[in-house]
């Protein structure tokens, strides 16, 4: 969407303050014994106390109110009664909700507790990256242009990005233009970022694969050469200068 007004700012701050304080939360109440589906009835009160609704439920009927990946799960992994969380294990969480008639989206990887499996430099260079993602967009920037830099940073620290996965546009649903946010260099993406226009910015950082891959129970991605990912995600507002960042209270970057 494009802000055109004060109300669609506000409206779009208030449930990105919803998103944001869920998946903090989310962050810090996960701990060693607990389900997933502990963990997403703790994340649904939360939004359930903001008046929000779960955006991927209200969207596409996740069996879920939030998504939770555990270790080589990518992303989208359904919350369960049978998956327990254990010491060292890397974590994704991604929270998107409606609240009002305006959407928002971020997400955030984290290692539970003791790095057991060195993940935790992973998860450094998915959330550095979307900070320097962030700070050279700008109204005029191609979006291309902010997925070569992505790529490049994580080909500089030997590291892969996932191709068909993005960041997209959203405001008054959960995927809206631009469809797709790439994290790679798509020559064939000549549009630009627009002042006023909101975007879901997500990085896709991996060790050894370049796509994802779909299991069997519809949902839940993983690497299609194996291996972890790490995601970090921020709701923006594109302006003349340094981006809005509404989700800036889930607080990834510290």
């Not at 990946?69 to 992303?75: G, M, T, W, Y």
């Not at 010491?87 to 009002?100: P, T």
């Not at 993406?189 to 950082?205: H, P, Y």
């Amino acid at each position: 969407m494009s802000i055109r007004k004060e109300s669609e700012l506000e409206g779009m701050q208030k449930v990105s303050d919803a998103v944001a304080y869920t998946l903090k939360q989310m962050r810090d109440y996960a701990k060693p014994g607990m389900t997933t589906k502990q963990l997403d009835d703790y994340g649904a009160s939360i939004l359930k106390d903001f008046g929000a609704n779960s955006a991927p439920y209200k969207t596409y009927k996740f069996p879920g109110w939030t998504c939770i990946s555990v270790d080589n799960e990518f992303c989208h992994g359904i919350p369960s009664t049978k998956k327990v969380l254990r010491e060292g294990n890397l974590i994704n969480i991604d929270v998107s909700a409606e609240l009002g008639g305006f959407w928002s989206d971020n997400g955030a990887s984290f290692v539970l507790g003791e790095d057991k499996k060195g993940h935790q430099q992973l998860v450094d260079a998915s959330r550095q990256i979307l900070q320097k993602a962030i700070q050279n967009i700008r109204s005029g920037v191609r979006i291309s242009d902010i997925g070569h830099l992505i790529e490049t940073e994580a080909k500089h620290r030997r590291l892969k990005v996932i191709r068909n996965l993005s960041g997209h546009g959203i405001g008054r649903s959960l995927h809206e233009a631009p469809a797709e946010i790439a994290n790679y260099r798509d020559r064939l993406n000549l549009a630009k970022f627009k002042v006023n226009s909101v975007v879901a910015i997500e990085t896709f950082i991996s060790t050894q694969s370049s796509y994802a891959i779909t299991l069997r129970d519809g949902w839940t991605m993983v690497g299609n050469k194996g291996g972890y990912m790490a995601q970090h995600e921020h709701t923006i507002v594109v302006t003349d200068g340094s981006p809005i960042i509404l989700t800036e209270k889930n607080d990834i970057w510290g």
